[in-house]
């Protein structure tokens, strides 16, 4: 049972430009969602949360947007770097645990 | 270094050996969480434990896997008469007593190679 899905294995785009990844969920307990960045050989790396009870969470140069209805959320990078070339993993916590469910995760690759 | 710590970060068994992860949480964090990865997969929940208690193990395969968080001490993850597709980096992550937002911060992973 996939509860996270991120449909889409990598993403190229062009340094400047906006990168955006999307995930899909089916979980209607989460509460919380989370964007990991992992590079390889290293453990993944929070980068920007958003509570359910919202839409849109900002940091910097990451926005995550949270469509409850559709349950879909999405990340935004802009402008995005060569130094954001990393595997981008989805995760939601559920109310009643602490746990993370993490989707498949998204290759994206900034290129110069 | 105050993060996460995991030992060994690679490790080659045969098949048949026991395989030992430990993991060291972050200062003031008593909750440990193990989750594997298997090459070209995502991350995947194993067990959550607090110090001397397994709150859940319902990620954790039935047999020749076991995990402790004893009072004093790193929490292991023991891997009995590993087998080939026992070959994955397995990753620790900590939290505080309560983790409002849910964050985990985790370790570099301990690479498994099974023979």
């Known amino acids: 049972d996939q509860q996270v899905k991120q449909n889409s294995p990598s993403l190229s785009v062009q340094e400047g430009r906006i990168s955006i990844l999307n995930c899909d969920y089916t979980n209607s307990m989460f509460d919380y969602f989370l964007w990991y960045k992992k590079y390889p050989a290293e453990g993944p790396t929070f980068l920007i949360s958003i509570s359910s009870i919202k839409d849109k969470n900002e940091d910097g140069r990451f926005t995550v947007f949270l469509n409850k209805s559709a349950k879909h959320l999405s990340l935004h990078i802009v402008p995005s770097q060569p130094g954001d070339s990393a595997v981008y993993f989805c995760?939601?916590?559920?109310?009643?645990?602490?746990?993370?469910?993490f989707g498949e995760g998204t290759q994206l690759t900034v290129n110069p | 270094n105050a993060g996460v710590m995991q030992n060994p970060r690679h490790l080659v068994r045969r098949r048949g050996q026991e395989a030992r992860l430990r993991c060291s949480p972050m200062?003031?964090?008593?909750?440990v969480y193990w989750y594997r990865q298997l090459p070209e997969e995502g991350l995947k929940f194993m067990v959550y434990l607090q110090k001397e208690n397994i709150i859940d193990e319902s990620g954790m395969p039935k047999e020749r896997f076991s995990a402790e968080f004893p009072k004093e001490g790193p929490s292991i993850l023991r891997i009995q008469q590993v087998v080939r597709g026992d070959s994955a980096a397995y990753f620790c992550a900590s939290s505080p007593t309560s983790a409002n937002t849910g964050e985990l911060f985790f370790g570099e992973g301990s690479r498994l190679t099974v023979l």
């Open positions: 200062k003031g964090h008593s909750h």
């Open positions: 995760a939601g916590r559920e109310t009643s645990g602490s746990r993370l469910t």
